[in-house]
Structures are given as structure tokens and as C-alpha cells.
T-cell receptor, first 115, second 113 residues
Framework: AQSVTQPDIHITVSEGASLELRCNYS??????LFWYVQSPGQGLQLLLK??????LVQGIKGFEAEFKRSQSSFNLRKPSVHWSDAAEYFC?????????????FGAGTTVTVRA | KAGVTQTPRYLIKTRGQQVTLSCSPI?????VSWYQQTPGQGLQFLFE???????NKGNFPGRFSGRQFSNSRSEMNVSTLELGDSALYLC????????????FGSGTRLTVV
């Protein structure tokens, strides 16, 4: 079964500074990987996804993520954070080539942006 | 186009009662999934439906059930509510169950007292 670990529960970053959120996954084959963002009281918005191909994935809102098979990681980055990026971020993995149609989520990382 | 619509947005129920939550997917989407989000357990998969058939079910007790109608709208039902069922219930829809194409609704916040 697939699983995801997000080692950082909470990160505080200054506006304009860079941001990196860590994600490690466990899955036997090549996984489908996702990053979602959730604002308070809202649902999940997809930032980006990786299925195959280029390991550097560009997403919305200036985010990017890099798939590293050797490290079983899919870290999310943003070069310059805006106050509106304060939210909770979830990494998720899906089982490629399977028929289970479900995502397994990490525990989430809360990002606080200070002025 | 309209997004995924979940109703109601907020709900307060008493222990022992039952509750039904509704999810209207994006037009043309035939796959609907449900997730439970709690502070302690995080986001957990409940079940997925496609063309009125449940294709997968998460590790939840039988009190949790769901169904999908011919117009792809889905409902989930929780019977004999427990305090621990208090959560944000999220619905996601997709055209075919392609995980990359899932769009989430804003959720239904259920509080059990």
C-alpha cells in the first residue's frame, strides 16, 4: 500500500523568501504524485501533479515540484512567497496502474507567512 | 463551469442520529470520491463511485455508506453517529476516475454533539 510522509508540521517563512515543503512517499512502482493546498474552511485545490516524464513539474501560483525516485521524494518549492500562500499543503500519492482510485495523503504542512 | 457542490456546508447532529450528505459533481464527471478529514487522522479515503458502482471502499465501519445516482450525484450516509464522526467530509469528482483530474468540493462540516 502507498503512504506519504510530510516531515514538517508547520513552517514559517517571511514574505518574499523562498519556500520548500518536503514530501516522502512509499510505493513499490512509479507513483502518481500530487500537491494540494487548502485554505481554512475550504476544499483542496490541486497545485501540480506528476505522472511520468520530466521530473520537474510546474504548477499553478508559481509552485514547482521535483520528483526524485532515488530519494522517494516529491518536494514542493516556490521562489518567492506571497502572504496569500499561507495555507495548509498536502502531498498525496496514488497507485499507478491499479484500480483502487484513491489518494493517500500526508498529514499536511501548515505554512505561515510573516510580513 | 460549475464546480463540485456539496450540501449542506455545515451540519450539527446528535449522537445516535443518522446523516446524509450530498455531492453534485462537475457536469460530465462520472466518478465521485469521498474523503473524511479530521485533525487526528488527517485525510482518509471513504469510497469511490463510477457510473453508480462502488469501485473501492476505505477502512471505515459499515455505518458509513454511499451511493451514486444515474445523474452522477452522490450521497453518503452515516448511521448511528458517534462523536468521532465529527469531521470535514470532502467530495471529489473526475471524468473517469483519473486521479489527476479530481476536483474537490468545499466540503460539509459535520459536528456530532
Amino acid at each position: 500500500a502507498q503512504s506519504v510522509t510530510q516531515p514538517d508540521i508547520h513552517i514559517t517563512v517571511s514574505e518574499g523568501a523562498s519556500l520548500e515543503l518536503r514530501c516522502n512517499y512509499s510505493y513499490g512502482a512509479t507513483p502518481y504524485l500530487f500537491w494540494y493546498v487548502q485554505s481554512p474552511g475550504q476544499g483542496l485545490q490541486l497545485l501540480l501533479k506528476y505522472f511520468s516524464g520530466d521530473t520537474l513539474v510546474q504548477g499553478i501560483k508559481g509552485f514547482e515540484a521535483e520528483f526524485k525516485r532515488s530519494q522517494s521524494s516529491f518536494n514542493l518549492r516556490k521562489p518567492s512567497v506571497h502572504w496569500s500562500d499561507a495555507a495548509e499543503y498536502f502531498c498525496a500519492v496514488g497507485a499507478s496502474g491499479s484500480n483502487d482510485y484513491k489518494l493517500s495523503f500526508g498529514a499536511g504542512t501548515t505554512v505561515t507567512v510573516r510580513a | 463551469k460549475a464546480g463540485v457542490t456539496q450540501t449542506p456546508r455545515y451540519l450539527i447532529k446528535t449522537r445516535g442520529q443518522q446523516v446524509t450528505l450530498s455531492c453534485s459533481p462537475i457536469s460530465g464527471h462520472r466518478s465521485v470520491s469521498w474523503y473524511q478529514q479530521t485533525p487526528g487522522q488527517g485525510l482518509q479515503f471513504l469510497f469511490e463511485y463510477f457510473s453508480e458502482t462502488q469501485r473501492n471502499k476505505g477502512n471505515f465501519p459499515g455505518r458509513f455508506s454511499g451511493r451514486q445516482f444515474s445523474n452522477s450525484r452522490s450521497e453518503m450516509n452515516v448511521s448511528t453517529l458517534e462523536l468521532g464522526d465529527s469531521a470535514l467530509y470532502l467530495c471529489a469528482s473526475s471524468q473517469t476516475g483519473d486521479m489527476g483530474g479530481y476536483t474537490f468540493g468545499s466540503g460539509t462540516r459535520l459536528t456530532v454533539v
